[in-house]
């Protein structure tokens, strides 16, 4: 059974940084796509950023890019994303998802959300003074 277990977020101000683990239980993440989907209350989902399973390249939402930073540690069988200058309006619940042999781009499309191999159960992250 393939499963997902997230750890990480929290409280933090605004400004402020938090790390997001993603790591796999049952299978290796080698050769699955991993991607960050988030969805505040009231607000429709949407994606943050995903990582290929083949050579590693990212995609990341625009609201995101240049805060954000998605890489895998594959002796841990982990994905981290760092969360760094963080803003009111990245108060979400976090999902990480796995999907066998996709690209990051496709891997973030939200076409495909209901086709994911595995998903984590979720991380809050608040941000807020």
């Known amino acids: 059974q393939l499963q997902l277990v997230q750890s990480g977020g929290g409280l933090v101000q605004p400004g402020g940084s938090l790390r997001l683990s993603c790591a796999a239980s049952g299978f290796t993440l080698d050769f699955y796509a991993i991607g960050w989907f988030r969805q505040a209350p009231g607000k429709e989902r949407e994606e943050v950023s995903c990582?290929?399973?083949?050579?590693?390249?990212?995609y990341y939402a625009d609201s995101v890019k240049g805060r954000f930073t998605l890489s895998r540690d594959n002796a841990k069988n982990t994905v981290l994303l760092q969360m760094n200058s963080l803003k009111p309006d990245d108060t979400a619940i976090y999902y990480c998802a796995a999907r066998r042999g996709q690209t990051a781009q496709d891997m973030c499309d939200l076409h495909y959300y209901y086709a994911m191999d595995a998903w984590g159960i979720g991380s809050l992250v608040t941000v807020s003074a």
């Open positions: 990582i290929s399973s083949s050579d590693g390249s990212t």
